[in-house]
């Protein structure tokens, strides 16, 4: 099957006399650069003033803790998605028949790459990316986060969760509406089921 390639009008890259002599992309520039100069500075005296960012910021991964436990059922996902293979976990069984638990939950800080591929795939929102940016380790040892280190309460994570909420379902009660009741093999739709909610979100 032949493949017709479209190519530029003639004459789409010549210039005209005034183009060939720069002025107008240099007068644009020297403009730009003097209307900044007197706009007000945004500088912080970073590390005496904290940056406060927004719940769009992936800082460093963590898990979510819910009532003293982490939401994580040990399905892999995020260890298998991870590009650099920072992610190494093992599951174990619980009493409940449906759920798993994390024996071991460990993320190498050195080998992540902050992408929020984790975060993407997990089915319970039991890993998302926290605020935190600002943390150090002397040794690679130190850099290893182990399930203690990773867990923070979920009431920390609020604005991220619901930013998350709004990125993946903006149409979330204009379409779709589900009881919970109907929706109770997960985690997540339990605690909602707990907390009184009708609609999971």
Request: a positive charge; one cysteine or more; proline letters at 7%.
């Amino acid at each position: 099957m032949a493949v017709r390639i479209r190519t530029a009008p003639p004459g789409e890259r010549r210039l005209s006399w005034w183009d060939k002599l720069y002025l107008p992309a240099i007068f644009k520039g020297l403009g730009y650069t003097l209307r900044k100069l007197f706009q007000p500075k945004f500088t912080v005296q970073y590390p005496e003033e904290p940056i406060v960012l927004g719940p769009e910021f992936r800082g460093r991964p963590v898990l979510v803790a819910e009532d003293g436990k982490e939401r994580c059922v040990a399905c892999g996902l995020c260890a298998r998605v991870c590009p650099p293979f920072a992610i190494h976990m093992q599951a174990a069984e619980t009493d409940d028949p449906k759920e798993r638990y994390p024996v071991i939950f460990e993320i190498n800080m050195l080998r992540c790459i902050y992408c929020g591929l984790c975060e993407e795939v997990c089915p319970e929102e039991a890993i998302v990316m926290s605020p935190e940016y600002d943390f150090v380790f002397r040794t690679r040892e130190e850099a290893i986060y182990t399930k203690e280190r990773l867990l923070v309460d979920k009431k920390e994570l609020e604005p991220r969760l619901r930013w998350l909420a709004a990125m993946r379902n903006r149409q979330f009660g204009k379409s779709y509406r589900f009881q919970v009741a109907n929706n109770i093999h997960s985690i997540k739709a339990r605690s909602l089921l707990r907390d009184g909610e009708e609609i999971a979100s």
